[in-house]
């Protein structure tokens, strides 16, 4: 089955550090990868997403997020942490190769950033 | 940039009673979804539509739930007999195109069935 695992389910750091998300799918042929943030009483905001070609993409507001087909994983990173990055980050994933567009979530991990 | 735009915010509920869930896509828009966030929970997919039809549906979208696109900008979810369970929080979502384009959000309605 399809599915989609975001192992921390919790993060803490301090301002300035850096923070890497761990996000873990398993999934069909080409996957869609997307990082979706939310805060505290606020909707979805996209933060980037990986259709195909590099690997590496880019987001807002200085996040990045690397495909490792290998791994199967699609990690999120930042090289400093803001204090408004305080959120909750969720993976989420497509594939059109089951003939549906829908996206399937992790549970989230929720983000803490102390001064 | 363009929003989704979901009304209204909170909806507060009896259970048993029928509630609409509104939701004005992106204009540009073609594809229109629906999820739901039980507090504390994953986002959930519901039912995706498109060309005034459903495309797909979960299993959690039963007989008690309804979609319409009444008109050329809303998008409705409709629950006919709400029991305790669906208290969540909606999503409205839409895209471009299916896929291989990113689905946009709205902000949410969050829904409390008493």
Same mark, same amino acid.
């Not at chain 1, 850096?18 to 999934?27: D, H, I, K, P």
């Not at chain 1, 979706?36 to 996209?46: E, T």
């Not at chain 1, 909750?88 to 929720?110: M, P, Q, W």
């Not at chain 2, 696109?69 to 299916?98: H, Q, V, W």
């Given at each position: 089955?399809? &599915?989609?695992?975001?192992?921390?389910? #919790?993060?803490?750091? *301090?301002? %300035?550090? &850096?923070?890497?998300?761990?996000?873990?799918?398993?999934?069909?042929? !080409? /996957?869609?990868?997307?990082?979706?943030?939310? &805060? /505290?009483?606020?909707? =979805?905001?996209?933060?980037?997403?990986?259709? *195909?070609?590099?690997?590496?993409?880019?987001?807002?507001?200085?996040?990045?997020?690397? +495909?490792?087909?290998?791994?199967?994983?699609?990690?999120?990173?930042?090289?400093?942490? #803001?204090?408004?990055?305080?959120?909750?980050?969720?993976?989420?994933?497509?594939?059109?190769?089951?003939?549906?567009?829908?996206?399937? +979530?992790?549970?989230?991990?929720?983000?803490?950033?102390? /001064? | 940039?363009?929003?989704?735009?979901?009304? /209204?915010? $909170?909806?507060?509920?009896?259970? %048993?009673?029928?509630?609409?869930?509104?939701?004005?896509?992106?204009?540009? $828009?073609?594809?229109?979804?629906?999820?739901?966030?039980? =507090?504390?929970?994953?986002?959930?997919?519901?039912?995706?539509?498109?060309?005034?039809?459903? *495309?797909?549906?979960?299993?959690?979208?039963?007989?008690?739930?309804?979609?319409?696109?009444?008109?050329? *900008?809303?998008?409705?979810?409709?629950?006919? &007999? !709400?029991?305790?369970?669906?208290?969540?929080?909606? +999503?409205?979502?839409?895209?471009?195109?299916?896929?291989?384009?990113?689905? #946009?959000?709205?902000?949410?309605?969050?829904?409390?069935?008493?």
């Amino acid at each position: 089955a399809q &599915s989609v695992t975001q192992p921390d389910i #919790h993060i803490t750091v *301090s301002e %300035g550090a &850096s923070l890497e998300l761990r996000c873990n799918y398993s999934y069909g042929a !080409t /996957p869609y990868l997307f990082w979706y943030v939310q &805060s /505290p009483g606020q909707g =979805l905001q996209l933060l980037l997403k990986y259709f *195909s070609g590099d690997t590496l993409v880019q987001g807002i507001k200085g996040f990045e997020a690397e +495909f490792k087909r290998s791994q199967s994983s699609f990690n999120l990173r930042k090289p400093s942490v #803001h204090w408004s990055d305080a959120a909750e980050y969720f993976c989420a994933v497509g594939d059109l190769s089951y003939n549906t567009d829908k996206l399937i +979530f992790g549970t989230g991990t929720r983000l803490q950033v102390f /001064p | 940039e363009p929003e989704v735009t979901q009304t /209204p915010s $909170h909806q507060v509920t009896q259970m %048993g009673q029928e509630v609409i869930l509104r939701c004005v896509p992106i204009s540009n $828009h073609l594809y229109f979804y629906w999820y739901r966030q039980i =507090l504390g929970q994953k986002v959930e997919f519901l039912v995706s539509f498109y060309n005034n039809e459903i *495309s797909e549906k979960s299993e959690i979208f039963d007989d008690q739930f309804s979609v319409e696109r009444p008109d050329g *900008s809303n998008f409705t979810l409709k629950i006919r &007999s !709400t029991k305790l369970e669906d208290s969540a929080m909606y +999503f409205c979502a839409s895209a471009f195109r299916d896929s291989n384009q990113p689905q #946009h959000f709205g902000d949410g309605t969050r829904l409390s069935i008493l």
